[in-house]
């Protein structure tokens, strides 16, 4: 792992995962671009419709004030789990919609 992911994850690890666990979610990092890093939020905040208000409002904001040297912007890559693909294959298969 880099310097700057470690710098990174010590953020997270402090300043946003202790608000995201409270409400049952979690935060992964999925890669830094340039000055953009690229988050996963999973659990609860997983698809949820204030994800974009969080990524907005905690986690770029505490990850931009303490390392603006290494992070303008934070994007917030929303996508299904695999898990929960099945689940829904599941129930339409087994409920015959």
């Known amino acids: 792992m880099s310097e700057a992911l470690k710098k990174i994850e010590t ?6 995962r202790p608000s995201l666990r409270a409400h049952g979610g979690e935060i992964q990092v999925d890669r830094l ?15 949820c419709p204030s994800a974009d208000l969080t990524n907005e409002t905690l986690v770029e904001a505490e990850v931009v004030k303490a390392l603006p040297e290494l992070v303008e912007r934070v ?15 599941r129930l339409l298969r087994d409920h015959h919609l």
């Open 33 to 47: 671009e340039g000055k953009t890093l690229y988050v996963k939020l999973l659990g609860q905040c997983a698809g």
């Open 11 to 16: 953020v997270l690890e402090e300043k946003v």
């Open 75 to 89: 994007v917030a890559i929303q996508d299904v789990s695999d898990e929960l693909w099945e689940q829904a294959k």
